[in-house]
């Protein structure tokens, strides 16, 4: 078997014969920068073999290399076969970096009614006159001290053993934890004296890359730490996909505890912030898409990438949070989210509750965009979903010097309309490295502003400017100059990355609208926008209107909830009711299958221009497309 060298830490590791070098690094859990899922098309997983044979095609991927990198020995490691043993050297832009992960929660206000509460108790000890057995005495005291009836209590086995001790150990002065269970209640733990301020629980959004945690008192409601990291299922693969087909192999388990070990890891930094222990969390609410659900239960997810992608369950489920490998109280107790389909899961039914949309007559929007895209168009009485592939050129994928939201990446952008010179600001303020979703965005309607573009995204090389130039097979337009970058490299936007950018965008315009005709809903009709997720946190409204992502409504109507999913977990992990609320969107949300959907390609070519071909659906673009040809005329 060849052997893989990884430098500079001279990491060894064997691989399969035709395993690629990616290959290597996941087992080695190298985590590299494959946006596109290792299908050759983004260029972020660059490496240099040093010394060996490999097996990739330079005349097919050269447009991803400079002449220089050639000659170093370049190649993608999602594409290059080991032929021998080989030492190759993995310059840092092709690893993960840190992330700017989206953790704020609005904090909407919500009726505190966790589901789970603690009794102190004193209680009498069994006499010859009183000769009542302890469980009976102990509920009887939490029947008494406000809680439910006893003979509404489920007490496990593992609970039952551990009363007698701890009853006498403690002098009968104890604290009974009971938890909301379907159908019932249920003790699930009897602790020595009064450790009734210690009851805490848990809201997770279990992200396909990143986990965001956030740790509140079941007491008062009140956030005491958060945190966020990736997903170690990254090192399986970085995308849905990968991770299914990973499963499929035998890998289902492997996958399931890296998940536990994510949540975990998270769990335990926003504990320590917070001061408590783990012990003290007894309840956990999880909101992911349908696919990172079922692998956290350790549900075979294999058969939801095959027609018809029919999920194993789409109602909400509940266990112990340690059968899932969760690290809090013993039989505490875990929540996840329902899901509509394959692919709109509880992180989108999260994204609802959060937005409020189900609770208004007024006809709403929600977007959620990365990789893939969820569309949810409704009110309180009825909701219509869909979800699709944006494709990865939106989070930085297929973009020459696209990159996710790393330090050094361009978020925001904006063109001098006479000088034609950017101005633009990178994730902690140094030099740019790429440009990210929201600065392609900016970046893509500026162009257009400018009249750099035209409405099909050719670039107009009859500019006489140093900044619009052919390059070696496209032509691009730069924004960053060699000497103000920190990679080396002047920093440009092709007419490729743009085709791939307006085919992203019309994806999503084409998801909305088709959900619009479905319902019978114009634009005027939307009286709001709602962008979730760490992509549309950050995006210029304006500027997502002018080339197309999203119908043309006024900006004001256009809303960010921030990170939905782990707004809609705090909700329920402070409500129960809302619980029902959960299932009732779940059933009352019609999904779409865009594929099975003849208007949507027609749609979807009617959006592949910039706006759209139509644009008397987007009249304050069509206004300033027609001042900006003036103004260059």
């Not at 269970?181 to 249920?186: C, Q, S, T």
């Not at 060699?482 to 990355?497: L, M, Q």
């Not at 119908?551 to 809302?578: C, Q, T």
């Amino acid at each position: 078997m060849p052997a893989v060298t990884f430098l500079p830490g001279f990491q060894k590791i064997s691989v399969e014969p035709g395993s690629t070098i990616l290959d290597a690094a996941q087992k080695a859990q190298i985590h590299m920068n494959v946006v596109c899922g290792g299908e050759g098309k983004c260029g972020k997983c660059i490496v240099f073999v040093k010394s060996g044979r490999v097996d990739f095609d330079r005349k097919k991927f050269g447009r991803l290399f400079s002449p220089g990198e050639i000659d170093e020995g370049a190649c993608l490691a999602c594409q290059a076969v080991p032929l021998d043993d080989v030492q190759v050297f993995v310059p840092e832009n092709s690893l993960i970096q840190e992330q700017k992960i989206l953790i704020d929660a609005r904090g909407i206000e919500t009726e505190f009614n966790p589901a789970v509460w603690k009794y102190a108790l004193e209680l009498a000890p069994p006499s010859l006159e009183d000769p009542s057995p302890d469980l009976t005495r102990l509920l009887w005291g939490i029947e008494k001290s406000g809680g439910p009836k006893e003979n509404k209590i489920y007490v496990p086995l593992e609970v039952i053993r551990r009363i007698p001790a701890v009853l006498r150990e403690s002098g009968w002065k104890i604290t009974g934890t009971v938890t909301l269970v379907p159908g019932g209640y249920r003790l699930i733990d009897v602790e020595k004296g009064d450790t009734s301020g210690n009851l805490y629980g848990a809201a997770v959004d279990l992200g396909t890359t990143t986990i965001v945690v956030y740790v509140r008192s079941l007491i008062d409601g009140k956030v005491v730490g958060v945190a966020s990291n990736y997903n170690k299922q990254i090192s399986c693969g970085e995308d849905i996909l990968s991770r299914v087909n990973y499963a499929r192999k035998g890998g289902l388990s492997h996958l399931q505890s890296l998940a536990a070990e994510s949540i975990n890891d998270a769990l335990t930094s926003a504990a320590n912030n917070a001061g408590i222990d783990l012990d003290d969390i007894y309840e956990v609410v999880v909101a992911g898409n349908t696919i990172m659900t079922h692998i956290l239960m350790g549900i075979n997810p294999a058969y939801m990438i095959e027609e018809p992608y029919v999920p194993v369950v789409k109602r909400y489920l509940t266990s112990s949070a340690s059968r899932a490998g969760i690290a809090v109280k013993e039989d505490a107790g875990l929540f996840i989210f329902p899901a509509v389909s394959d692919y709109i899961g509880g992180d989108i039914i999260a994204d609802v509750l959060a937005s409020g949309m189900t609770e208004s007559e007024e006809v709403s929007l929600l977007i959620d965009i990365g990789t893939n895209f969820e569309v949810v168009l409704g009110n309180s009485d009825w909701l219509f979903s869909c979800s699709g592939a944006a494709g990865p050129a939106l989070e930085g994928g297929e973009v020459l010097f696209g990159m996710r939201a790393n330090p050094g990446a361009i978020e925001e952008v904006s063109l001098d309309l006479e000088t034609l010179v950017p101005e633009y600001r990178t994730i902690n303020q140094i030099k740019p490295k790429g440009i990210c979703g929201s600065g392609l965005i900016d970046l893509l309607a500026e162009l257009l502003r400018a009249c750099i573009i035209d409405r099909t995204g050719r670039i107009n090389t009859s500019i006489s400017h140093e900044r619009v130039r052919t390059g070696r097979y496209y032509p691009e337009f730069v924004v960053a100059w060699k000497h103000d970058t920190g990679i080396e490299k002047d920093i440009v936007v092709t007419e490729n990355d743009i085709k791939n950018l307006i085919m992203s965008k019309a994806s999503i315009l084409a998801a909305c609208i088709t959900l619009m005709n479905q319902a019978g809903i114009r634009r005027e009709d939307i009286s709001n926008i709602y962008f979730s997720g760490a992509f549309g946190n950050y995006i210029n409204k304006e500027n997502a209107i002018i080339i197309g992502l999203i119908p043309e409504v006024p900006p004001e109507k256009i809303k960010n909830i921030g990170n939905g999913a782990i707004e809609g977990a705090n909700i329920a992990l402070l409500n129960r009711k809302k619980r029902k609320v959960l299932d009732e969107i779940a059933r009352t949300m019609a999904y779409i299958e865009l594929n099975a959907e003849p208007s949507f390609m027609d749609e979807y070519t009617r959006s592949t221009f910039l706006p759209h071909t139509d644009l008397a659906q987007f009249p304050m673009v069509e206004e300033l497309l027609e001042s900006c040809r003036i103004r260059r005329d």
